[in-house]
């Protein structure tokens, strides 16, 4: 199964940016897991509640589709072994959770719209970097 979810994700991943279809540089902190897990499900779910936003993401809606399940199976793996981690530090959940957003807020300082191309390009970064996080190395 995880050798099926890594392939998977490595593809998703090569398709959205070929360039960075590659093993994360630096070993992901413990922000940054939290963060990409709650990036992850959160596009899972918008995809489960909104099907048409999810449109163009794959060759057809059921692959778009299971895409954005798979991100979330993936982003819930990162969660669970995530909040499992800070528990054992004596952090909160609700704290693990403000400290991985914060990590995606720092992300896109400085920029000043959504709509612009620092924008665009940190989001299509921040995904395909949390795709890698969240694509298991064994």
């Not at 630096?26 to 995809?47: F, K, Q, T, Y």
């Not at 959770?97 to 990590?103: K, L, P, Q």
Request: net charge positive; with cysteine.
């Amino acid at each position: 199964m995880k050798t099926t979810l890594s392939a998977i994700l490595i593809a998703v991943s090569a398709l959205a940016s070929p360039a960075l279809a590659q093993a994360p540089t630096a070993a992901p902190s413990l922000d940054e897991r939290v963060a990409c897990g709650v990036m992850l499900v959160s596009i899972d779910e918008l995809g489960r509640r909104y099907p048409g936003m999810m449109d163009g993401m794959g060759k057809d809606k059921a692959t778009g589709a299971a895409i954005t399940r798979m991100m979330g199976v993936s982003g819930a793996m990162l969660l669970d072994a995530a909040y499992a981690e800070g528990s054992t530090q004596g952090l909160k959940p609700s704290d693990l959770y403000r400290r991985g957003v914060g990590h995606v807020a720092t992300i896109f300082k400085g920029v000043e719209s959504p709509t612009n191309a620092a924008a665009k390009q940190r989001a299509l970064a921040l995904l395909n970097r949390c795709m890698m996080v969240a694509t298991p190395t064994t």
